[in-house]
């Protein structure tokens, strides 16, 4: 019954919703590893610009200082070949300072350099000036003096502010850094769990309820209800498992009517059949000695059918749920001995032997169903063996259960038909052209077994022959 305040979240519905969440933190950690990428790339950027213009500074104070002591040899010397070496030294600091310029950022920087510019032209005009005019070498070192310490002075500035930017750019970029480690890990934790949690999601709201329905369904046999199974808080699980559980009401309610049909018809049959045996009796009595084979034969097809239909009777009456035990102490040997002298003189094939210990083996149980266990497994071990050999009947004692087994040398049970064959009206493929039945002495078998608290099973080879193994507790 489906309650009104049953949660409707559906998988359809709810499926869109966890691929766009996760869709969302894994474009979100991309974007923010792309963010932190871009601020490092930046920063490494300025790292290296600054660098580059602190090497230009001392470049540049390198050449000028070069300039000056080269200025002040050719005044002295007037050597010819300083002159182009000068030449050089100035068409370098001119490009030095026009690359400079060009990767300038900020007013300040910008302005500075073409002070540094308007500095270093000023010096070598003066240089010139004072060559052209061959001054003296101490008039020349004193008046070019003054301009090459305004430059110097300059470069110092600038070779101060870049360090500066640069050490500034380092922070920068040791700061992206750190934000990069936070932002990916956060953001990579967040996905991470988000992930799990959904992964967790599915097993415990989908995954478990399915996991449920399919073992409900392997354990599911007609007759028996299991309980019902929930399904879990989604839509589509939940009204699985209902189909389910309305699935199973429908068997057990069809299975119900079938009993009370087949139990109606299995008590009718028996009056008719109870007719008939009287009249073939007092048939027999009124012809006494003389009277035809066929009348033994039709005694003994009723007695099979009154057989059936007792078997009949009473699997309907087990299957739903009518078992009364009438329990009592009872030595298992005597419903072993009884059976084994009840069948042993209706064959002739077969040597029924039994095995018992010789002092009582007592269980609490309803001595008549004990028989009736026997007699089942007796007579199916002589129907299935129709080529004889040997019938055993054994029943031992273990600390803590009494073993009754019933062994044939007969047909067989092939693997796969085993753990069926007690199921009611399941006869095996292979061995049910042997003999007649309905394929209900085993399952009458069980529940007879299950309802005292023991278990039966069987072990058999095709060709070989079958053990069957009903295990009893101790009192
Ligand atoms: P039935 O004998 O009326 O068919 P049972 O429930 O007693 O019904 O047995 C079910 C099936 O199990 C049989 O049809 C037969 O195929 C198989 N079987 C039972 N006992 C034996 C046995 N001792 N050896 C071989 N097959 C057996």
């Known amino acids: ?46 790292v290296q610009r600054e660098t580059a213009h602190v090497n230009t500074t001392n470049e540049i104070d390198r050449m000028l200082r070069e300039h000056h002591r080269l200025e002040s040899v050719w005044l002295a010397t007037r050597e010819n070949e ?58 020349a070192a004193q008046k070019s003096r003054q301009p090459l310490e ?16 640069r050490e500034r750019s380092l922070a920068n970029a040791e ?30 709201f989908v995954l478990v309820p399915l996991l449920t329905l399919r073992s409900a369904l ?9 309980g019902e199974i929930s399904g879990g808080p989604f839509v589509e699980t939940r009204e699985l498992a209902q189909r389910f559980n309305e699935m199973v009401e429908l068997v057990i309610r069809q299975r119900r009517d079938q009993l009370t049909f087949l139990a109606a018809v299995a008590h009718d049959l028996r009056n ?34 009154s057989r059936m239909v007792g078997d009949l009777l009473d699997a309907t009456r087990i299957e739903s749920g009518q078992l009364e035990l009438k329990l009592k102490e009872v030595d298992v040997r005597e419903a072993a001995r009884s059976m084994v002298d009840l069948y042993a003189p209706t064959t002739t094939t077969h040597r029924v032997t039994l095995d018992v210990p010789d002092t009582p083996v007592i269980v609490r149980a309803d001595a008549l169903r004990l028989e009736q266990v026997v007699s089942n497994l007796l007579s199916n071990a002589i129907k299935y063996s129709p080529r004889g050999g040997l019938v055993a009947v054994s029943v031992r004692e273990t600390p803590d259960e009494v073993v009754l087994s019933v ?11 085993v753990s069926r064959l007690f199921d009611p009206f399941r006869r095996g493929l292979g061995t049910a052209d042997l003999a007649p039945g309905a394929g209900l002495g085993l399952s009458i078998v069980r529940r ?8 039966i099973d069987v072990e058999s080879k095709p060709y070989v022959g079958s053990t069957f193994r009903v295990r009893l507790p101790r009192r």
Request: net charge positive.
């Open 82 to 139: 300083l002159e182009p070496i000068q030449s050089d030294l100035e068409a370098s600091l001119r490009r030095a300072v026009a690359h400079a310029r060009a990767g300038v950022h900020g007013e300040t920087e910008a302005r500075r350099w073409r002070r540094l510019d308007a500095e270093i032209k000023a010096y070598i005009r003066t240089a010139e000036d004072l060559a052209a005019r061959h001054a003296p070498v101490e008039e």
């Open 407 to 417: 062994s044939d040398q007969g047909a067989g049970i092939p693997p796969e038909e």
């Open 150 to 165: 305004r430059a110097l002075y300059m470069v110092g500035v600038l070779r101060e502010q870049n360090e500066a930017n």
């Open 272 to 305: 008719p059949l109870s007719a008939l045996k009287l009249t073939v009796s007092s048939l027999e009595r009124e012809y006494g000695a003389a009277k035809p084979e066929r009348f033994t034969r039709l005694d003994r097809q009723i007695d099979r059918l």
């Open 175 to 204: 700061w992206a850094l750190r934000i990069q480690k936070v932002v990916v890990i956060a953001s990579g934790a967040l996905l991470v769990v988000v992930f799990v949690v959904l992964v967790l999601c599915m097993h415990r």
């Open 448 to 455: 007879i077994v299950d309802a005292h608290g023991g278990r």
């Open 218 to 226: 392997e354990r599911f046999r007609p007759g028996e209800s299991g």
């Open 1 to 46: 019954m489906q309650s009104g305040r049953e949660s409707r979240i559906s998988l359809r519905s709810l499926g869109p919703w966890a691929v766009v969440l996760l869709s969302v933190l894994v474009v979100g950690h991309a974007l923010a590893l792309l963010w932190t990428s871009s601020i490092v790339w930046r920063s490494a950027h300025d």
